[in-house]
């Protein structure tokens, strides 16, 4: 098929195969990389903006130092080493480019043309929706969405494919820049980078920190029982009247109470007041969700979803209409409680 | 109780040791996991790898597990830590087991014992012992035609749905009796393949028809505007929506007053006017011009039919990309009857206990305490309460394994 796209395309969708093949073609060095000023100044522009507002800023004009840029800017943020700086703009490339095939002029072919770029298996939905997609492309990328609208069992589903109109498709492929422009920037160190380039790595590093800064929600530093999700108070009944816990619950209790901030001692000495306790067993499993065994991985409890699907979603509250994840519930009813607002109730 | 389980030991290791024992290969063998529980010591054995066939052979006669497995994943080092295995992909693999559904028998064959002061008795699982409030049980469970014939017929509403929704063919869903009382299915397709356990519990969520936005009754509706109707119900023609509409004409078509009630729906207008519901409301989607049939009742009505509808698999099985899955053509410990692999389109008609028979040959002698009557290998058996007999050997292994019986001394 030939494709639908134009460089213009290759300007506005720097993250294409095709795009990737123009820049080659530039043959622009790391080393002469602060020399070529439009091209840097760019580059410069579009991490700035990513950090701060979550998206890649005004396209210049000259196309070749647009689809130039989007390189360079991957080599300075690279050079930050820095991993919520590579997420941000990861995530500001996909916004960005989300707005753009959102536009009225992203013909159906343009989409499908970008969906095949991704390897996606896509075409015509007639006579139900714009686009059908392969069931396993719409999970890769539509599972880890939240809201029911999202949902598989939601969807018009027919012989192995998922009937969707263009808004939701576009969706989908963001979710697949990103994906594209995280792993293009899982590179750990470039070497022999320009001074320049480290010094400004260092000053992005700073106005990350900020933004960081107001972003980060702390756990509150003492246990509050008051606070738990109503899943959790239901296995922690279960657990102190010595029912029999399924492993997916134990897990769920166990790596909540980690991550809320219990040690393992304090854990394993709250596990002993429980009639069916089994020392060797307990302090085994606390031990490999805290990371102090094994890969070193601490673990998160696991979202409400997937509760859910265990039967482990147990005694929904409002709060729980709107919030994702066990740990979330607690953070907004410990702040609820602390403030004595109405926080969580419905009107 | 020794000499029983030595003569288990030993007839599973004629098995293994028997070439003409048909145990298909798994598909790249070279990237799976294979473990398996020691027959004796009971323990268990794990990450080892076999990438030459006759090898993998060769640990079976020499071996005699109990159990054996092998990894749904496929890894680029089956045999390393899990954490320094690194992951490839994993088929898409589906347990339905009767222990987890609930059976039309009530599992009345089933025995749980109180490990603490040894109240005993028949039926389902226990939570808390009656007596002395403990919640540790012993259970003898059976693997009784009833409870397989419910597993059965979930096997047989995951095959649908995963040919017609999801569009696999019928040569590409591997359909295997587990060897005890329930049915695997594997899909080894390169479009499943990479799905992370968050797209696999997507799966799950749809075959367990968990989610279903015109089933939620607490979500919010949208902000009307005025003059807008009442809330609506209404199905389109796909997926879950077209399972609905089809369950709810086939559940009307057929039910009497008593059935309603019998679910929970009072409204006779549902028995009474079932034809015009069917072709005005189901068929035509004018569910409003149905008169005295509340959205609710729909709502409930959809909701009864989604439990019927819905396949009731081991959520935790199909999530899990690291699974360990009972190997094709290998016996199961709780039973002695093989895991074997049928064409989909057999589902009804394959018999287990004649088509998993793993020891056709001889008989044995064996005092039994208790066994419902059962088959094996076209053979009525039992009940049996407290006596001696002389039972094929399939059967008398398979007492022995269910701990119904001894050898006779």
């Not at chain 1, 029982?225 to 279960?238: E, H, K, S, T, W």
């Not at chain 1, 929904?316 to 602390?338: A, G, M, T, V």
């Not at chain 2, 006759?54 to 749904?72: E, G, K, Q």
Request: aromatic share 10%; charged share 30%.
């Amino acid at each position: 098929m030939e494709s639908a796209l134009s460089s213009e395309d290759f300007a506005k969708y720097p993250f294409l195969k095709q795009a990737s093949k123009q820049i080659e073609e530039l043959q622009f060095t790391i080393g002469s990389l602060a020399s070529e000023k439009p091209i840097f100044n760019r580059a410069l522009e579009r991490v700035n903006k990513a950090i701060l507002d979550v998206n890649t800023g005004e396209m210049v004009k000259d196309r070749a130092t647009e689809i130039s840029s989007f390189a360079a800017s991957l080599i300075i943020i690279i050079a930050t080493k820095n991993s919520w700086i590579k997420k941000r703009y990861a995530l500001a490339v996909a916004k960005t480019a989300h707005t753009q095939m959102l536009q009225p002029g992203t013909t159906k072919e343009k989409i499908e043309s970008i969906a095949k770029d991704f390897d996606w298996d896509i075409a015509d939905g007639k006579p139900y929706k714009d686009f059908r997609i392969g069931f396993s492309v719409y999970l890769k990328n539509a599972a880890h969405m939240h809201g029911s609208e999202w949902k598989l069992v939601n969807q018009i589903m027919d012989k192995g494919n998922v009937y969707l109109n263009k808004d939701k498709v576009v969706r989908l492929l963001q979710e697949e820049v990103r994906r594209r422009v995280e792993k293009r920037l899982d590179v750990s160190e470039i070497k022999n980078l320009p001074g320049e380039i480290t010094s400004i790595a260092e000053e992005l590093m700073k106005l990350a920190q900020e933004i960081m800064g107001q972003e980060i929600e702390e756990m509150p530093k003492i246990v509050i029982q008051a606070a738990f999700p109503p899943c959790i108070n239901a296995l922690y009944a279960d657990a102190a009247q010595a029912h029999h816990l399924s492993h997916i619950g134990r897990f769920t209790l166990t790596s909540f109470l980690v991550n809320i901030g219990m040690t393992p001692e304090g854990l394993n000495d709250m596990f002993k007041t429980f009639s069916d306790y089994n020392e060797r067993l307990t302090r085994y499993q606390i031990e490999h969700i805290a990371g102090e065994r094994g890969s070193g991985t601490k673990y998160t409890c696991p979202q409400c979803s997937v509760l859910q699907t265990h039967g482990v979603c147990k005694n929904k509250d409002d709060l729980c209409r709107s919030i994702y994840h066990p740990l979330r519930y607690y953070q907004r009813k410990q702040k609820s409680l602390n403030s004595g607002s109405n926080f969580g109730k419905t009107n | 109780m020794e000499a029983s389980r030595e003569y288990v030991f030993q007839k599973f290791a004629e098995y293994y040791q028997d070439p003409s024992s048909v145990i298909p290969a798994t598909s790249r063998p070279e990237q799976r996991e294979f473990g398996y529980l020691m027959f004796k010591e009971r323990f268990m054995v794990r990450h080892r790898r076999f990438a030459d066939f006759n090898n993998f052979r060769a640990m079976l006669s020499d071996t005699v597990p109990s159990d054996v497995y092998h990894s749904c994943a496929y890894y680029e080092n089956p045999d390393y830590d899990m954490d320094k295995k690194c992951w490839l992909g994993a088929d898409l693999v589906f347990d339905i087991d009767a222990d987890h559904i609930p059976t039309d028998c009530d599992k009345i064959h089933d025995e749980f014992k109180c490990a603490k002061c040894g109240f005993s008795g028949r039926g389902l699982p226990l939570e808390v012992c009656p007596c002395c409030e403990a919640t540790k049980f012993e259970y003898k469970t059976w693997p009784c035609e009833r409870c397989i014939q419910s597993a059965r017929n979930e096997t047989a509403k995951l095959l649908d749905m995963l040919e017609n929704d999801f569009g696999f063919s019928q040569d590409e869903l591997h359909v295997y009796f587990s060897g005890h009382r329930g049915y695997h299915v594997h899909v080894e397709n390169e479009v499943v393949r990479t799905l992370d356990a968050m797209a696999r519990k997507e799966i799950v969520d749809y075959v367990t028809g968990l989610g279903i936005a015109v089933l939620d009754k607490e979500a919010k509706e949208p902000r009307r505007k005025k003059g807008a109707g009442a809330k609506k119900f209404s199905l389109h023609d796909f997926g879950w929506n077209r399972r609905l509409k089809l369950g709810m004409a086939e559940f009307l078509q057929k039910a009497t007053k008593e059935d309603l009630k019998a679910v929970g729906l009072k409204n006779k207008v549902l028995v009474d006017d079932k034809e015009t519901i069917i072709k005005r409301a189901i068929n035509e989607g004018k569910w409003e011009s149905i008169k005295g049939v509340s959205v609710q009742t729909w709502l409930n009505l959809a909701e009864y039919v989604r439990d019927q509808q819905s396949s009731k698999i081991d959520t935790v099985v199909t999530t899990d990309i690291h699974r360990l899955i009972r190997m094709n053509g290998t016996l199961h410990g709780k039973t002695g009857l093989k895991k074997v692999e049928f064409p989909a389109k057999n589902l009804q008609d394959f018999d287990p206990f004649t088509g998993a028979v793993a020891f056709k040959k001889g008989k044995m002698k064996v005092l039994v305490s208790d066994a419902p009557e059962f088959r094996m290998s076209g053979e009525t058996l039992g009940p049996y309460k407290n006596q001696t007999v002389e039972l094929p050997v399939a059967a008398a292994v398979m007492l022995i394994c269910k701990r119904r019986a001894e050898v006779a001394q």
